[in-house]
């Protein structure tokens, strides 16, 4: 599994278990949690999928848990850890003892695990992830899914396809301040405090801070060598409130939906921000630059409303220029406005089966609020902004990439984020004493019309990165070509000149702006110089 990779939990309906919030007793300090932490030390997602199969997981990720149920059977300590925290089962007091030998006790009063018609259930989502090559435990509330309830209004969402795709689209260069903005149940931070000296982590909510803290502790509890926590500072507040000075790094899985401001519909904290309509990304955008080191980079995920009448890019787009920052959109997703409230009804749990009377209700009530604003359809994409090193025009590209992408995408992010920087500073004279090279991810295609020589279209491919295809044309094409990393482009462009029997210059300058894009995509790439 790749960065950001959990085992799936697919728990069981409980029925007995309320929606209410649960009164949250969980302790903040690796002393506390250090039991807990070796009963839970084999419990890690190499180690389930090992313990289950590679079958079971692939199941667990459609939604059937009875591979899984069936893999995990037996009195050994690791499946009954699975059996209880990513199955939604009831182990027996005798099976208990077995799962957490010297923690049980602890587990019990700090409610981590509850009493279930004389069985034990997982009180908490508690489950393991790996961040590159870290591996973690995260803990959070139980999902609609193991309560078979609708969520109450302060749930502590685990890890989600939202927080994951943050955790992939991360850069992890080394930094000295980082901050993570609405920190939920913690993920974040955690991926942080590998690759940051201080960390700062907030959120509105204090039931996310008290188990952004429990995770912390019984992480560092783990790995005792190597503590987390204390370059962790927790803060309680809304947004940038309780936040000061500048961040060579900000993230934000910020909560995004475009909600009505209605009573018929229940508020969430994780995914309402309490603005009207997109109002809660337009505000981050922002804020962002006033809390921005010079060469700093924020990533957040957003949404955004489609109005009538405009493009799906025009107004994120404006706010991202409003910012005087380099801006970069990808937009992975539209949704319709009845697909849109279909989903977000859902992952709240919120069902007509659950609720007959209560469904429609805020279905008509959300509809009829995108409504009122003329919303055709909500974007959802990946926004990073980079406050420029030097006084230049900042960067700015707004597209849109719905197919599959690869693992990894931060080192994708800050390879470009680099080139942007690299190429603003340099001429154009100075670019043709270049060395470049293709690089070993990038075939060539060639399209010809029936009977024709030449061809109707080039594209160039990109294997990594973010799986570019390039049309060029055939100069573009012959440069490409010749770029081994031997001549410098200067010279490329005087024998391709020699050989058309026109200007070298004329070349250049119809080259040019496309090498600067390849280069900066990192389909070409510099020779000759240190990454």
Not at 43 to 66: C, M, N, Q
Not at 474 to 496: E, K, P, R, S, Y
Request: a negative charge.
């Amino acid at each position: 599994m790749g960065v950001g990779a959990a085992v799936p939990v697919r728990g069981t309906p409980v029925g007995t278990v309320s929606a209410m919030s649960t009164e949250l007793r969980l302790p903040a300090t690796p002393h506390e949690v250090r039991d807990l932490a070796r009963d839970l030390a084999g419990f890690t997602v190499s180690a389930v999928a090992e313990r289950i199969g590679d079958p079971a997981v692939a199941a667990l990720e459609r939604d059937d848990p009875y591979p899984a149920v069936r893999a995990a059977a037996g009195p050994d300590q690791l499946g009954l850890l699975i059996r209880l925290f990513l199955l939604g089962g009831a182990l027996t007091p005798a099976e208990l003892a077995v799962a957490l030998p010297r923690s049980g006790e602890a587990a019990r009063a700090w409610g981590v695990v509850r009493e279930h018609a004389g069985g034990w259930r997982a009180g908490i989502d508690l489950r393991p992830t790996d961040i590159g090559s870290d591996h973690f435990l995260l803990a959070a509330d139980l999902g609609e899914v193991a309560t078979g309830r609708p969520l109450p209004p302060d749930h502590v969402l685990g890890l989600g396809g939202a927080s994951a795709t943050l955790v992939d689209l991360t850069v992890r260069a080394p930094v000295g301040r980082a901050l993570d903005l609405g920190t939920g149940s913690g993920i974040q931070t955690l991926g942080l405090t590998a690759h940051a000296e201080r960390v700062v982590a907030t959120d509105i909510s204090a039931r996310a801070l008290s188990f952004a803290g429990f995770t912390l502790a019984l992480n560092d509890a783990r790995a005792p060598g190597r503590p987390r926590g204390e370059r962790v500072a927790l803060r309680q507040g809304s947004f940038f409130e309780p936040v000061d000075g500048e961040f060579d790094l900000i993230v934000s899985n910020p909560p995004f939906v475009v909600s009505p401001r209605s009573t018929a519909l229940a508020t969430y904290t994780y995914r309402d921000g309490g603005a009207a309509g997109d109002g809660v990304v337009r505000h981050l955008l922002e804020e962002v630059p006033r809390f921005l080191r010079p060469g700093g980079v924020a990533q957040l995920l957003a949404n955004w409303e489609v109005r009538s009448g405009q493009a799906w890019d025009e107004r994120i787009g404006a706010w991202v220029r409003e910012t005087g920052l380099d801006g970069w959109v990808i937009q992975r997703e539209f949704l319709d406005p009845a697909h849109y409230v279909h989903t977000w009804l859902r992952d709240g749990g919120l069902t007509p089966e659950r609720d007959p009377a209560g469904y429609p209700r805020a279905y008509a009530d959300w509809l009829a609020d995108l409504e009122s604003r003329g919303v055709e359809g909500i974007g959802f994409g990946y926004v990073t902004l980079r406050k420029p090193a030097t006084d230049r025009q900042p960067w700015v590209r707004l597209e849109e990439i719905t197919g599959t992408l690869p693992h990894a995408l931060g080192a994708t992010i800050e390879a470009t984020l680099a080139s942007v920087e690299t190429l603003a500073a340099t001429t154009d004279a100075e670019l043709a004493t270049w060395h470049l090279a293709v690089a070993g991810d990038v075939t060539e295609e060639r399209y010809h019309r029936p009977g024709e020589p030449d061809p109707h279209v080039i594209l160039l491919r990109q294997g990594g990165g973010l799986g570019r295809a390039v049309q060029v044309d055939t100069l573009a094409a012959a440069v490409v070509g010749a770029c081994d990393g031997d001549l410098n482009l200067g010279q490329i462009f005087a024998a391709l000149a020699d050989l058309l029997q026109v200007e070298s210059a004329a070349v250049a300058a119809e080259v040019l702006p496309t090498v600067r894009g390849l280069v900066t995509d990192g389909l070409l790439r510099r020779q000759g110089v240190e990454a």
